[in-house]
């Protein structure tokens, strides 16, 4: 059983940054690939980003591409979003997951746990 509980988020202008951290618990969290899914009202949960499991392997979304980094700290139990040049699109509570497959990581239904999210608002 892995625990997820987000932090970070916030209201800020278009053009800024924020910073996203997931706290895990358990032990094995260096045995799951982390990711950042997002949902906006009345849409489908889309995939942001995700990270492997021990060698770190990223992919993002392409909306998200250059823009924003994933990163993890396997000692701290941690993984982070850094969201950069933020955009009113990028509106949407933002929700951390851990799951056992890298490869299908952009499926929401390849995910075994989740946060409760965090509500992140860019404003125009």
């Known amino acids: 059983q892995v625990q997820l509980v987000e932090s970070g988020g916030g209201l800020v202008q278009a053009g800024d940054s924020l910073r996203l951290s997931c706290a895990a618990s358990g032990r094995t969290f260096s045995s799951y690939t982390m990711g950042w899914f997002r949902q906006a009202p009345g849409k489908e949960r889309e995939f942001v980003a995700a990270i492997s499991r021990s060698i770190g392997n990223t992919r993002y979304a392409d909306s998200v591409k250059g823009r924003f980094t994933i990163s993890r700290d396997n000692a701290k139990n941690t993984v982070s979003l850094q969201m950069n040049n933020l955009k009113p699109e990028d509106t949407a509570t933002y929700s951390c997951?851990?799951?056992?497959?890298?490869?299908?990581?952009?499926?929401?239904?390849?995910?075994?746990?989740w946060g409760q999210g965090t509500q992140v608002t860019v404003s125009s």
């Open positions: 997951a851990a799951g056992p497959s890298f490869i299908s990581s952009t499926y929401p239904r390849s995910w075994d746990y």
